[in-house]
């Protein structure tokens, strides 16, 4: 009977307009949560029969379905703090509730996403948020390379830990020597002196050690040699020898007082490419960059002066961890007291091909599910992937104005649905009465 299908139809309308409305209160109720995606309810029409020329009509009513929007993006909200993190653009970050790590190490982890969180460090330097999600990332390598990891399976994330208190050294593998050598000290009847030069690296241990290097020049029965020998020795092979160089400088007009030649007599090779030395000190290979030929950066030899102009190398000594932060490829890097700062954890994005059919879990937390498809990680800028954003949280995604005029919508709408049950009620409530 049409009238029925009446009363079905509004008792839809009913329930339809209460899904919409739970919809609307949790979107309202979480316009302040950072990371929040809003959910959405859509209302979708039944029909019963469709039988052309019947002459009746049956009503069929409306079913609502919701869906949460993952894929739409909030806006971000600048902090003070390196950790609070964002994703600008497509990608989530690899999380894991704290609950897990006791229970299950590696590849068993449970992984959950995140596109948003303020992560600050526990009692045991573990990077997490208040609600116990724990940021996973690949660990780098001690001279802050990441090495290669699977990119289909969370096998190669661990926790962030971050020590607070842990102190780090940087070796010195590069130097630079710019020296002024004097050229009268070269010309016939010059005293012969040895000139001394001694400078400062840092060893694997974080230990201070010196090059002592000695340059001897050449002096002539007549005229100019232009010639200095340059002997080094590493304080921290008690003094040892580890090059020995014949050094000659151009005298004409054009290149006068730059390198012409250098000529090993022991220790590792002149690479007149770069200009530089390779010696191996106590703790490994060091690369001393000497100037190329013709080069006036480099060794130089004028006037009567015995001068360092310019001296620079890497490495630093041991410091203590004073910030750390990430970037928008997604490395963490430490910085050190002593300027020195290293990388420490790439932390990768997670991307699937639908967002939308992902599992919702609290926290605003989500779950690869058969709908969403299989997860891959990427380099943050990489393929569909954003950059990742540093000192920064996403907002909600509930527009609370646009969220008001839905709830008054629907409000009116269940009142009208409401109103229909009450009219078909009473037309049966007639119809019963035909029969007294």
Known sequence: MTISSSL????????????????????????????????????????????????????????????????????????????????????????????SLGAATGGDQPMMMTTT???????????????????????????????????????????????????????????QLGVNLPATETEAGGAGDSLPLSVEYFGNLGTSETLDITFTPTVPATGSSNTWTMTIADSAQDGAVVGEYTLTFDDTRGDGGTLASVTAVSGGAYNATDGTLDLTVAGGPLTLTIGKIGDTNGLTQLSDSFAPTNITKDGSPVGNLTAVEIDENGYITATYDTGFTRRIYQIPLVDVPNPNGLYVKNNQTYQVSPDSGSFFLWDAGDGPTGAVVGYAREGSTTDVAGELTNLIQTQRAYSSNAKVIQTVDEMLQETTNIKR
């Not at 902090?79 to 999380?95: K, Y």
């Not at 660990?139 to 990891?149: E, L, R, V």
């Not at 990119?151 to 070796?171: C, F, K, S």
């Open 117 to 175: 969180g303020s992560f600050r460090t526990d009692s045991e330097g573990v990077l997490k948020t208040e609600s116990g999600l724990v940021l996973l990332g690949w660990p780098a390598d001690a001279d802050g390379t990441i090495p290669t990891f699977p990119r289909d399976t969370v096998a190669g994330l661990e926790p962030v830990v971050i020590n607070a208190n842990q102190t780090a050294g940087d070796p010195t593998t590069k130097m």
């Open 8 to 99: 079905n139809a509004g008792v839809a309308g009913l329930n339809a307009n209460s899904a919409r409305l739970a919809s609307i209160a949790d979107n309202i109720s979480n316009s302040g949560t950072y990371g929040y995606k809003r959910v959405e309810t859509e209302f979708e029409s039944m029909v019963i029969t469709n039988a052309s020329g019947s002459g009746t009509y049956s009503a069929g009513g409306v079913r609502a379905s919701s869906a949460r929007l993952i894929d739409q993006h909030g806006a971000l909200v600048s902090t003070s703090h390196p950790l609070d993190i964002a994703i600008s653009g497509r990608g989530m970050l690899p999380v894991t509730p704290s609950v």
